[in-house]
């Protein structure tokens, strides 16, 4: 007998079936795909400078366009993607593609408005430019805090839950053995190699995703017999035990392929999407750490912008290559992935809310021959070690220069190394340790609660970022206001949800309507526009910041070329020179062989290098501040700009 997953948990079934990943080709694949991997991180480790905080924390500012958008599409598109919009998908059409297709527009705003300024502010964290922008502490800290929690509450723990149940279904593993392995394989070249390790993992990732997706969607299609063929059979796919239970929770929703929907009866209504994820994709794209640190590392701004473009035509791909998957297995494994009545879906899947989370793994296990099989495990893998890496990265820098420098402002350069490093080590064993938490957490709708925890708690995080740098008017009074009122209203909703449960078709919610009967996605429009109104009004009715404060900080004061004075110092500054400030030639102690190989792998060798004095350090300053572009290149960036946006408004149209 063999193994199937049900939830995380593993049942016996009487089906015998040949889908396990235990013969050699399969593993040759799997193994030869970490050899890879592990080869491209050292080969990254090898050739950038991981010393310094530019080297380690923003790839030293000299990464091109297109390793930019590779990172930028895998750093986003996880594990929790090929399960959470698959498995949607096979639930209710291919409205959840919008979420992906929103963010053509949306990577636009960010190269366009968004880079420009944090450039010139020369930040590191989305928490330092909000320190520039508004002066002050308590933003900055509240701001580090929340991204961090977010990060184990939604990405790492999201990933892991969908990365288990390829790994459970494929391989047998024990999930605590399973994503220990991965998490610390995942750790090693993002400790010792920073950020252009990340990123030119994050390429070849990207690679080894879209071609294995390509080839399960070929097969996927030749399975149903083309897209018309698809298009019939999935409006017929109902499961054969449905007990007493309403028509409208297992047949497929009339208006399965359409985007836009029904704007009070639609599951995703069209309102929702326009606005109400367009707010949410500011927060991801344009403010989130993981995202924008990859732009940050640009070699200058045309690459920054170049990047942004190829995510777009990329983002373009999850509809073919996630969502029709997904919806043609439900098809291809009606009973089991569409089943409705409890027990049936406990039978299957362990989860009474329904299986559709099984979507895409089904898909890969039944349809894949051996070989290719492993090939479509090892994308799951880059898709989980890929966004795992950014996050990993994106809060350690969040940590060590927005939390740690706080409590040691002396620290040198080496001891933010070491910190940020350590911290990496930390937080995998805070995500070990949420595995119990991810093993229950929403199993049925895994997209549906990312998007909603996101909805309860990003937007006045977005309202924020977008009056800081289009509205100079707004100052520290109003955002931390905005930001703290916003959050409590927030977290009413998220805790009344969750304690009242989510439910299902055939077992609704006894959540009170006032409450949750709000869509997250209006829901977001009305608390981004709430933080707004308090942000805006608080402001008014309190000081304004001065024009000398926000040179280059705001969209309207980008191009000022005066001195900008700074609302409040640095908390850290690079002490590696005060001996030298002090006259004393201190005697540096000869590491040992050991010490020297273990510091030479983590990048944190004795640097001699020459010391760069003032002048020196104010024109490499300005340089790495520098957002001026070549005329030809800033007209072929803007170019594909224009065909971006020309994609996405067909793309709508055609499905709209």
Same mark, same amino acid.
């Given at each position: 007998m063999s193994q199937d997953y049900v939830g995380l948990s593993l049942i016996r079934s009487s089906k015998k079936n040949n889908t396990s990943i235990n013969n050699p080709a399969d593993i040759s694949v799997i193994v030869i795909y970490f050899v890879v991997v592990l080869g491209v991180g050292i080969w990254a480790m090898l050739r950038t400078n991981r010393a310094t905080v530019g080297g380690f924390f923003l790839a030293g500012r000299s990464m091109v366009w297109w390793p930019i958008g590779a990172s930028l599409f895998a750093s986003n598109i996880g594990s929790g993607h090929f399960v959470g919009l698959a498995g949607t998908a096979a639930a209710s059409g291919l409205a959840i593609g919008e979420f992906e297709w929103n963010a053509l527009i949306v990577l636009l705003l960010l190269g366009w408005f968004f880079v420009p300024i944090y450039i010139k502010a020369g930040v590191v964290t989305?928490?330092?430019?909000?320190?520039?922008?508004?002066? &002050?502490?308590?933003?900055? +800290?509240?701001?580090?805090?929340?991204?961090?929690?977010?990060?184990?509450?939604?990405? *790492?723990?999201?990933?892991?839950?969908?990365?288990?149940?390829?790994?459970?279904?494929?391989?047998?593993?024990?999930?605590?053995?399973? =994503?220990?392995?991965?998490?610390?394989?995942?750790?090693?070249?993002?400790?010792? &190699?920073?950020?252009?390790? =990340?990123?030119?993992?994050?390429?070849?990732?990207?690679?080894?995703?879209?071609?294995?997706?390509?080839?399960?969607? #070929?097969?996927?299609?030749?399975?149903? &017999? &083309?897209?018309?063929?698809?298009?019939?059979?999935?409006?017929?796919?109902?499961?054969?035990?449905?007990?007493? +239970?309403?028509? @409208?929770?297992?047949e497929p929703r009339p208006d399965s392929f359409h985007i836009f929907r029904n704007a009070i009866t639609g599951d995703l209504p069209w309102p929702g999407l326009v606005f109400g994820l367009t707010i949410l994709a500011i927060w991801c794209w344009c403010t989130d750490q993981v995202i924008v640190q990859r732009c940050l590392s640009g070699k200058n701004l045309s690459h920054v912008k170049a990047g942004c473009i190829l995510c777009g035509y990329l983002k373009l791909l999850p509809m073919f290559l996630m969502i029709f998957p997904g919806m043609i297995s439900r098809i291809l494994y009606t009973d089991e992935v569409a089943c409705v009545e409890p027990e049936e879906c406990k039978k299957y899947c362990g989860a009474s809310v329904g299986c559709t989370n099984i979507a895409y793994p089904k898909l890969v296990l039944e349809l894949m021959p051996d070989g290719l099989r492993g090939l479509m495990l090892s994308v799951m893998l880059a898709s989980l070690m890929s966004s795992l890496t950014s996050i990993f990265n994106s809060s350690s820098t969040l940590f060590t220069m927005d939390i740690y420098t706080k409590i040691r402002s002396s620290a040198s350069e080496r001891e933010l190394m070491i910190a940020g490093r350590v911290f990496i080590l930390a937080l995998i064993a805070v995500s070990i340790a949420w595995i119990p938490v991810v093993q !229950?957490?929403? @199993?049925?709708?895994?997209?549906?609660?990312?998007?909603? *925890?996101? @909805?309860?708690?990003?937007?006045?995080?977005?309202?924020?970022?977008?009056?800081? *740098?289009?509205?100079?008017?707004?100052?520290?009074? #109003?955002?931390?206001? #905005?930001?703290?009122?916003?959050?409590?209203?927030?977290? !009413?909703?998220?805790?009344?949800?969750?304690?009242? #449960?989510?439910?299902?078709? =055939?077992?609704?919610?006894?959540?009170?309507?006032?409450?949750?009967?709000?869509?997250?996605?209006?829901?977001?429009?009305?608390?981004?526009? =709430?933080?707004?109104?308090?942000?805006?009004?608080?402001?008014?009715? !309190?000081?304004?910041?001065?024009?000398?404060?926000?040179?280059?900080?705001?969209?309207?004061?980008?191009?000022?070329?005066?001195?900008r004075v700074d609302l409040e110092l640095d908390d850290w500054v690079n002490n590696q020179q005060d001996s030298n400030k002090m006259g004393i030639d201190e005697p540096v102690e000869e590491p040992g062989l050991c010490k020297k190989a273990v510091m030479s792998f983590c990048g944190l060798e004795q640097n001699n290098t020459m010391k760069l004095s003032e002048e020196e350090q104010a024109k490499l300053q300005e340089k790495l501040t520098d957002t001026t572009e070549v005329l030809l290149w800033r007209n072929i960036v803007n170019a594909n700009a224009f065909i971006v946006l020309c994609i996405a408004v067909f793309c709508h149209g055609f499905f709209a």
């Open positions: 989305m928490p330092e430019y909000l320190k520039k922008r508004f002066g &002050g502490q308590r933003i900055r +800290i509240y701001l580090s805090v929340l991204s961090l929690f977010l990060y184990v509450f939604t990405k *790492i723990s999201a990933d892991m839950f969908s990365g288990a149940i390829f790994i459970n279904l494929a391989l047998g593993l024990n999930i605590y053995l399973a =994503v220990i392995i991965l998490l610390l394989i995942t750790a090693l070249y993002t400790v010792t &190699g920073g950020l252009a390790a =990340v990123i030119y993992t994050d390429t070849l990732q990207t690679l080894i995703m879209v071609v294995g997706a390509f080839i399960l969607m #070929g097969f996927a299609f030749n399975e149903v &017999g &083309g897209f018309e063929n698809f298009q019939e059979r999935y409006m017929l796919a109902a499961p054969s035990a449905i007990a007493n +239970i309403s028509a @409208s929770c297992y !229950t957490a929403q @199993s049925g709708h895994l997209f549906d609660y990312i998007q909603s *925890i996101t @909805s309860y708690l990003t937007p006045p995080i977005a309202a924020v970022f977008v009056l800081a *740098i289009f509205c100079k008017r707004a100052n520290e009074t #109003g955002a931390f206001y #905005g930001l703290v009122i916003g959050l409590a209203i927030g977290l !009413t909703r998220m805790i009344a949800e969750f304690a009242y #449960g989510t439910g299902s078709c =055939v077992n609704p919610s006894n959540c009170p309507t006032i409450i949750c009967g709000v869509h997250y996605l209006y829901f977001a429009i009305i608390l981004f526009v =709430v933080s707004c109104i308090i942000i805006l009004g608080v402001s008014l009715m !309190t000081k304004p910041i001065a024009d000398k404060h926000l040179y280059r900080l705001c969209w309207s004061l980008r191009n000022c070329t005066e001195e």
